[in-house]
């Protein structure tokens, strides 16, 4: 059964005449996760087919938590792209309770990293080394704010006690809105934000905060996850939330709006690792992210803003130059593979097998 049937993912507001054909700026995936190993050869080649750049998630294990760790994984990732390909993996610092603000601003001046992920000290895959105490960590964010550094922000409380579909709530009213406060000078990102009152922060405070937003989020609701069995593949962190959230994030992203921009938060794992009894987290949507962005803005009759969400607003919020090349997409109806083999394994493609509305026809480097 495909995720059409699982859910009705039409237009929330009347459609416009749309073109059958969308040129743009080539984008970005500001949020990407690809592993390591026979992994990142596996799923590397399908973020460097649609994406000129990616800002690459720091969660391997042990976590990329210096500058020499990770000038050698982006060395690892140039060496995995596809013959031709010129992907750029924009790379990034794991913050620990130890992290040195000195060690920060020499990774930063050398052109190593972009920008450091903040996780919640267990919140998601591979953040049991994260932070402990955000305030704690005070004098790194100070740093970070003094010489223009990204903070990217995993939001979810890591509280037991806390519902998991209540997490993003409550760190955003304990924990981002008195960080935004302390250091309003710090460009923080809004990690795959996936409510509604989310978004509303973000705005608020859209002089130094942006959100990205991801593929699934904009398809599936929490309703999907459990449509006609547990479905451990549509199992991510945060976890899809209520279908008011899902339309809130479709009309966010369609909006036009330049705190807004892609992060596809491709996150792999091995079938073995999804289909069992405590499954990981995460949805592998690096196959099918622009077929799927375009399908929504499509459906929502804002064709004429998918390059500003996709190509201009994230590049304009870290400041770095929006790509020369282009890449266009056609209505025309095309699949990709149910999986992805890697080693013995596999990794389920979202949408993977489904017939898609769009396709990509050509990329101009």
Known sequence: MTLDRLFDSGATRPAKAQADRITIKRPDDWHVHLRDGDMLRSVLPFTAAQFARGIIMP????????????????????????????????MTCYLTDTTSADDIERGYRDGIWVAAKLYPAGATTNAHFGVTSIAGLAPVLQRMEK???????????????????????????????????????????????????????????????????????????????????L????????????????????????????????????????????????????????????????????????????????????????????????ITLQRRAGTMPPAVSVGDDEVVVFRGGETLPWSIEAVQP
Do not use: W
């Open 59 to 90: 969660n391997l294990v042990p976590p990329v938590t210096t500058s020499a760790m990770a000038a050698a994984y982006r060395e690892r990732i140039l060496a995995a792209r596809p013959d031709g390909s010129d992907f750029t993996p924009l």
């Open 147 to 229: 010489i223009g550094m990204k903070l990217l922000v995993h939001g979810e409380a890591t509280d037991p006690a806390v519902d998991i579909f209540d997490r993003e709530a409550d760190f955003m009213e304990k924990e981002l809105l008195p960080l935004l406060k302390r250091h309003p000078g710090l460009k923080v990102v809004v990690e795959h934000a996936t409510t509604a009152e989310t978004l509303d922060i973000v705005r608020a405070h859209k002089d130094h905060a942006a959100a990205t937003l991801t593929p699934h989020h904009l398809i599936i609701n929490r309703t999907s996850i459990f449509q006609g069995g």
């Open 231 to 326: 479905r451990p593949h549509l199992y991510c962190l945060p976890v899809a939330k209520r279908e008011r959230h899902r339309l809130a994030l479709r009309a966010a992203a369609t909006s036009g709006d330049p705190c807004f921009f892609i992060g596809t938060d491709t996150a792999p794992h091995t079938r073995s690792n999804k289909e069992r009894e405590c499954c990981s987290a995460g949805v592998f949507g690096g196959a099918t992210a622009l077929q799927t962005y375009v399908q929504v803005f499509d459906e929502e009759g804002a064709l004429d803003r998918f390059e500003a969400f996709a190509s201009l607003n994230g590049a304009r919020f870290y400041g770095l130059p929006v790509n020369t090349g282009t």
